[in-house]
């Protein structure tokens, strides 16, 4: 069945940097948008980022735009975030998340990522 | 941005119980509204596509009406299982933007 796996959070301080990755196996991943969503602690979804099936097209949330990149992979089924400059406002569960027939019809676990010095 | 803004933000209700959410738009987003259900500590789950088509899977105690600004999702018949928080999400410019969610709780 279709699996997205996040992978690459952890404990970061302001100002550093990290990168997320999401595996997907059992589809076609170069034919298919991704996104990523966050939610922290306590809050509602946020969308954070898309990109296009051919990485022509992304798309970034205004929080985000400037510090974060989505890119991805197609050789290698993965789908990348790079969070550069992180606040801890950062501080959340990030869901990659995909399209296959419908909006956002199959999600990852998610990975947590905590800004704290 | 859109702004998707849900009512009420929290509520009680009983097994068994019908319940209505409502998300509004804050300009008009045609049909391109979609209800998600999460429980916590796991990923959001796909109910409800397009105002108002059901997610393959998804119980028809599910449904989901409107268009342009104002929206609603129904669960006919509660469940245990139902209790959990609901989400709106515009797709129809981006930024994507989801409501604030609303809790259901067991009564």
């Known amino acids: 069945q279709v699996q997205l796996v996040e992978s690459g959070g952890g404990v970061v301080q302001p100002g550093r940097s990290l990168r997320l990755s999401c595996a997907a196996s059992a589809f076609a991943f170069s034919n298919y948008a991704m996104h990523w969503v966050r939610q922290a602690p306590g809050k509602g979804l946020e969308w954070v980022a898309l990109m296009s099936y051919d990485g022509r097209n992304k798309y970034y949330a205004d929080s985000v735009k400037g510090r974060f990149t989505i890119s991805r992979d197609n050789s290698k089924n993965t789908l990348y975030l790079q969070m550069n400059s992180l606040r801890a406002e950062d501080t959340a569960v990030y869901y990659c998340?995909?399209?296959?027939?419908?909006?956002?019809?199959?999600w990852g676990q998610g990975t947590l990522v905590t800004v704290s010095s | 941005d859109i702004q998707m803004t849900q009512s009420p933000s929290s509520l009680s209700a009983s097994v068994g119980d019908r319940v209505t959410i409502t998300c509004r738009a804050s300009q008009s987003i045609s049909s391109y509204l979609n209800w998600y259900q999460q429980k916590p500590g796991k990923a959001p789950k796909l109910l409800i596509y397009?105002?108002?088509s059901l997610q393959s899977g998804v119980p028809s105690r599910f449904s989901g009406s409107g268009s342009g600004t104002d929206f609603t999702l129904s669960i006919s018949s509660l469940q245990p299982e139902d209790f959990a928080t609901y989400y709106c999400?515009?797709?129809?410019?981006?930024?994507?933007?989801f409501g604030q969610g609303t809790r259901l709780e067991i009564e």
């Open positions: 397009a105002a108002s």
């Open positions: 998340a995909t399209e296959l027939g419908e909006p956002f019809d199959h």
């Open positions: 999400q515009q797709g129809y410019s981006a930024p994507i933007t």
